[in-house]
């Protein structure tokens, strides 16, 4: 069973920039898939990004490219989400999401999942 644990959200003003971490824990995590997706209130789970943690491939969704930025430490079995230039809309509670072998855009893809982390953007 893998375990996920998130870290890295808080409040930052529009324009600011946060990092995400999400460690992964307690299998074999090679060819593993570590994404982030996003709730915000009254809408449903939103892709994010994704990262391959053996071949180093990604996948972003299209209202954050350009913005996010999703790379992965093989040593420590996290994967980091650098988002910049934050706005309003990218509020929302960030969930990482696990799955083995290939890059998913589909919640139902992925089989593990963390508890999630707040992120505001408010002025």
């Known amino acids: 069973q893998v375990q996920l644990v998130e870290s890295g959200g808080g409040l930052v003003q529009p324009g600011g920039s946060l990092r995400l971490s999400c460690t992964g824990s307690?299998?074999?995590?090679?060819?593993?898939?570590m994404g982030w997706f996003r709730q915000a209130p009254g809408k449903e789970r939103e892709f994010v990004a994704a990262?391959?943690?053996?071949?180093?491939?990604?996948q972003y969704g299209d209202s954050v490219k350009g913005r996010f930025s999703i790379s992965r430490d093989d040593a420590s079995n996290t994967a980091y989400m650098l988002m910049n230039t934050l706005k309003p809309e990218d509020t929302a509670i960030y969930y990482c999401?696990?799955?083995?072998?290939?890059?998913?855009?589909?919640?139902?893809?992925?089989?593990?999942w963390g508890q999630g982390t707040q992120v505001t953007v408010s002025s």
């Open positions: 307690g299998h074999t995590l090679s060819s593993f898939v």
């Open positions: 990262v391959n943690m053996a071949y180093r491939n990604t």
């Open positions: 999401a696990g799955r083995y072998y290939s890059i998913s855009d589909r919640e139902r893809q992925y089989a593990y």
